[in-house]
């Protein structure tokens, strides 16, 4: 599975809006739909907060 993949699947299973996930992240949750359509990756600050507010390590939202 895709990174955009995992973190909407992610996201859902915590039952987070993007704004949710967004507001978690510090970030707008328009961010968050770009991040799962695949349009752009975080870059590295961001995605260790991902990693943080879902619980999961990076290297599973990496590696495919």
């Known amino acids: 599975m895709t ?3 995992k973190l ?3 996201r859902k299973e915590h039952n987070w809006s993007q704004d949710q996930l967004g507001k978690a992240l510090e ?3 328009r961010h968050v ?3 799962e359509s695949g349009q752009v ?3 590295a ?3 260790v907060k991902i990693a943080k507010a ?3 390590s990076i290297d599973y939202l ?3």
């Open 54 to 56: 879902l619980n999961v």
């Open 3 to 5: 990174f955009s993949g």
């Open 33 to 35: 739909g770009k991040y």
């Open 27 to 29: 970030i707008h949750g």
């Open 8 to 10: 909407k699947k992610l």
């Open 45 to 47: 600050e961001v995605l």
């Open 62 to 64: 990496l590696i495919d």
């Open 41 to 43: 990756m975080p870059g």
